[in-house]
């Protein structure tokens, strides 16, 4: 078994805000990061899938297939876009990059063919990255 | 003479609209860069001052000082922050990277106390950047 | 569950050298990095912390909180010190990339409050790196 | 138990070509990667070694001698070469990052003497890399 | 004046040898450079175009014009090629850093129609890289 | 003419203190880059050469030259070394980046004898760096 990874990079603003709690709480928990006109980051995203090489190709998956997968179905509803107002699978959810990463994995994993999606890692700064997964 | 550099990053959103044209013609010279909501970056910015050794601390200009510059002249008025509605030093002006690279020269033209300022470099994503050296 | 990380960066000096071998062993053993006045490196460290997501802030753990443990208990002991003399935590420790891991590890590991400690990475150069996930 | 990794770059050329296949399918299946002269990358290499710490050295297995012993079995063969023809571990194998790590892994496995070869990872480029572990 | 910056990547392959001379002399001056079946890099290539903002747009240059103008002169010709064979402004050229970033300062020069092009930057590894300004 | 590049890495201590000044003093300007035992930094070195393409080989200066005329002469007096003590070209020199960027001016001048140095860069941290050209 192998792991594959494709890495891409978008441009995106957020902003923390939990609905259910008010300014001060919000304030308190998410400080500058509740800024009201949102700020942004350039993500970095990489999709690792796992599975076997297959000896007519020698891939695991073509990573330019994966690479139209993660585009189609993830960096058009992301990049160049607020994620709290225009990208339909976080509306109601506080966009941290740990919401983000599972939303992520939620529109990636039935549409990974060949292999099966093992790990969604983001890096919002170079300081800060999560990983997610499945489990 | 010699060049000291410090760099830093800070995260905004922006979004890139002329007042002064039509949505139609904003959306063909900015397309998806005048999204209405905005979008965002982790933007480096490399400040570089050109200047003489002191001889007595073997420093052009002592870099915790030039870190301390920056931050408070600029770093504190666009990280977390949307360029367009709460920087000052950018109101009423498109915030590309040229214009926030000239913007972030005039902030810090005259706070460089030792040496003079010589280069701003702001990368906006890995794969574009701006400088400006004041000619 | 998820996986956080929080990058630093330090800078310090350390000699490897065993007291409890000769001069010629050690010289055998650790070359030029046993020079008697120390050399030294950029460190940089990754500290992994895996858990849930927290549904009122969307976070694992705050990364802002991860930051100010992660600086207090490990940066200001380690950061523009000498690891031989200056560091605590590593008195009588050959300060190899492995046993300052296993060091940060222990200073860390009951610091974290949400979540639980995964990981503790160390770069000592862009070529040399180490991992310690408390097995 | 800990993982120490060394990072080694290689410059090569190769072609993705199965033989078995026709001239149509090849181009079907590896487009531009087919082109008959070949391109060419800089990979980067991780080898990453697992092990207990030797209290005598602080060391998992010496850096310096994992450096030796990647450089002797591996970037003598792959560097500066063109790895369909000069690389005799690739012969009639399909140069995919895939197989190149596996072909890694095989060379690499019965060298390492302390700890036990853990992963090999291979970047392809700065968007593509794959990892094998032997599973 | 502001400087402007493309970064784009291409993946060639290329054997530096120089056909007035013998293949002892080729050896000797190039090494394992000049083994016959070629080797390859990652190349990063950077343009810089020079120009003063246009109070319009706020750009010297649309740096995604700058991206189709790069890439239809430049990536299109190099990307996935053979350098000595692929690559028609190469023909009869050594291909080293050099050249190649001369002689793709001269399919861009005059291409670029807002501002001008000040220069272009060659990485041929992480540790080697030429820039050219026409000088 | 061009300009090209080599980058070369080296693992060193140093201790900012200007023994014709007090210790107060000392810490007033240096603060903790003034820690009596140290500390260190990975530093990274570009030595840039400028000059015009020889024909016969397609070089400025080849590079493999380069790199050992930059190891034999810089590398080897500074790598795994503390600054202060070990290193003859920074005897009595506060070793600051500035200092130490002349210092390998001066060593590597008349040493380049192909093109002509035009430039060395020395970069501390990934935030702080400086430039000597000469002037």
Not at 52 to 79: A, M, Q
Not at 89 to 94: P, T, V, W
Not at 110 to 119: N, Q, W, Y
Request: charged share 30%; proline share 2%.
């Amino acid at each position: 078994m192998l792991y594959v990874t494709r890495r891409e990079v978008f441009s995106a603003s957020h902003r923390l805000f939990n609905k259910q709690l008010s300014d001060a709480e919000n304030e308190e928990i998410f400080d500058k990061c509740s800024n009201p006109h949102g700020h942004g980051h350039n993500y970095v995203l990489e999709v690792i899938v796992s599975g076997e090489i297959n000896p007519k190709t020698g891939y695991v998956i073509d990573l330019k297939k994966l690479k139209r997968i993660v585009r189609e179905n993830v960096i058009k509803k992301v990049d160049h876009k607020h994620l709290n107002y225009d990208t339909g699978f976080l509306k109601n959810i506080i966009p941290t990059a740990e919401n983000i990463a599972v939303g992520i994995w939620n529109e990636l994993y039935d549409k990974i063919t060949e292999g099966r999606l093992f790990s969604v890692k983001l890096y919002e700064t170079e300081n800060n990255y999560v990983e997610y997964r499945g489990e």
